[in-house]
């Protein structure tokens, strides 16, 4: 079954630090998509970056990029240069053949960023 | 702005009654997606619909419908509402299917049931 696991209930980084949030991924489908969405305490749910499981290169987004690790099943978003706007809900999501194409969501890590 | 809108933003009623949520997707995309998230948790999957079909359920109560019109515009139809139905709704909207399908959320629509 298709599963989707953020091992980090919440994070505290420093403003300007780099961060790294955790997702791994379980599915028998050799053809999948991975994203992020950003949810900010406003509530909008903001789509943040894809990568699909044949993409040769790491995707990147602005100062988003995913570290894809195929063989490890793990897909963490990496946030460069954080600003305090960044302090928001992050949830990693997975969308393959087994569910249908329906995007299977990770439980969130809460990050925040300290001034 | 994600381009999907949702209205109304807040919504207060009473236990028993039915509310109607509204979704329009962004210009060109076909599929209409709705997600129940209730306080601290994740989103749950509740429909989606494709070009004014039923594609998938979710979790949906049967006391929640949906549907999606001619012009991709969907409804998320609530009724004999209990405490526990307050959350913020989401609607979705993606192009098509297949694993690269980005969904683009709306604002949500904040219920709240006394």
């Known amino acids: 079954a298709q599963k989707i696991t953020q091992t980090q209930p919440g994070m505290f980084v420093q403003e300007k630090e780099a961060v790294t949030l955790d997702c791994t991924y379980d599915?028998?489908?050799?053809?999948?998509?991975l994203f992020w969405y950003k949810q900010p305490s406003s509530g909008e749910m903001i789509f943040l970056i894809y990568q699909g499981s044949y993409d040769q290169q790491n995707a990147t987004e602005g100062r988003y990029s995913l570290n894809f690790q195929k063989a490890r099943k793990s897909a963490n978003l990496v946030i460069s240069a954080s600003q305090l706007g960044d302090s928001a809900m992050y949830f990693c999501?997975?969308?393959?053949?087994?569910?249908?194409?329906?995007?299977?969501w990770g439980a969130g890590t809460k990050l925040i960023i300290k001034p | 702005d994600s381009g999907v809108t949702q209205t109304p933003k807040h919504l207060i009623t009473a236990t028993g009654q039915r509310v109607t949520l509204r979704c329009s997707p962004r210009?060109?995309?076909?599929?209409v997606y709705w997600y129940q998230q209730s306080l601290d948790q994740g989103l749950q999957f509740l429909i989606q619909y494709y070009n004014g079909e039923e594609r998938a359920k979710g979790n949906i109560l049967e006391r929640f419908s949906a549907q999606q019109f001619p012009d991709l515009h969907s409804e998320l139809n609530l009724s004999s509402l209990e405490l526990g139905d307050s959350a913020l709704y989401f609607c979705?909207?993606?192009?098509?299917?297949?694993?690269?399908?980005?969904?683009?959320f709306g604002p949500g629509t904040r219920l709240t049931v006394l």
């Open positions: 599915t028998s489908d050799p053809s999948y998509g």
């Open positions: 999501a997975m969308s393959s053949m087994d569910s249908n194409y329906q995007l299977i």
């Open positions: 979705a909207s993606s192009k098509a299917g297949g694993a690269r399908n980005e969904q683009f």
């Open positions: 210009s060109g995309d076909l599929s």
